[in-house]
């Protein structure tokens, strides 16, 4: 699909989930690629062809029960990696990039950490480990990636899910203090946040519209990119997976 198509279907979904949320006091931030974009180039980065946001476990749960409560044309696709979606749009997704607490022990942040990356191995189909990049993995982290991955056949995928979910949510807490985004992929799900990146938000303008974003965006990009967040680097193999996803309708949210 033709990117200026992709943009102006992800720009309308994106201008819908604002308004949803906003009508609902549901806060949320761009992520990623969308929020590096909104603030380098108020709007989408030539090659993004998705939109990223985050937010907190109760906003995200608010989400749900808003949807489920309206029965609307917007639906939220996988019980983890949790994409945003129009039933009249299908070839676009918002991921949401779910915010839970973890202790400032940096210890238990390592064990929560890994416990998840665990999970999410061990929840993987055959779509998401073709996909999963190993071929850059020593032949020792491959081995355990596939070992983890065969082991996690053994449980039905509702007890993993559930596994998950606990953890993320309930799993070395700590005092609120700071937060990860459980449902991330390992090199984002790493980075711990002061809880209160999450707590405040503004309006900045985006392609058309008005989108929010956490205030403390630069804090949050520099996480994520490092202090030259302002020249990204093109990922063409996650264009790779999008597209794979709309043409042969593949569900890689798990």
Request: aromatic letters at 14%; glycine letters at 6%.
């Amino acid at each position: 699909m033709d990117i200026t198509v992709i943009h102006s279907r992800l720009l309308q979904l994106l201008s819908d989930f604002d308004r949803l949320c906003k009508q609902n006091n549901i806060e949320y931030t761009l992520h990623g690629g969308t929020l590096l974009g909104a603030i380098r180039e108020k709007g989408f980065i030539p090659w993004d062809d998705d939109a990223d946001i985050s937010m907190t476990r109760e906003e995200f749960e608010k989400l749900k029960s808003c949807l489920k409560r309206n029965n609307s044309q917007y639906y939220i696709r996988g019980t983890i990696k949790s994409q945003f979606c129009d039933n009249n749009n299908a070839d676009v997704w918002i991921d949401i990039f779910v915010c839970d607490y973890i202790t400032g022990n940096k210890i238990l942040q390592k064990v929560k950490i890994l416990l998840l990356t665990v999970l999410d191995i061990m929840l993987r189909d055959k779509n998401s480990i073709k996909y999963s990049n190993t071929d850059n993995y020593s032949k020792i982290k491959q081995i355990i990636f596939y070992c983890i991955y065969y082991f996690g056949k053994l449980f039905k995928n509702s007890w993993k899910q559930s596994w998950y979910i606990l953890l993320s949510k309930k799993g070395f807490k700590g005092q609120n203090n700071f937060q990860i985004r459980t449902n991330d992929q390992f090199v984002g799900r790493k980075i711990v946040m002061p809880t209160k990146w999450m707590n405040e938000f503004i309006d900045i303008p985006f392609e058309s519209t008005n989108l929010r974003v956490t205030k403390y965006y630069t804090e949050l990009l520099t996480s994520s990119y490092g202090s030259n967040f302002m020249t990204p680097v093109k990922e063409t193999r996650i264009n790779e997976i999008h597209d794979q996803i709309r043409n042969n309708g593949f569900d890689f949210g798990l």
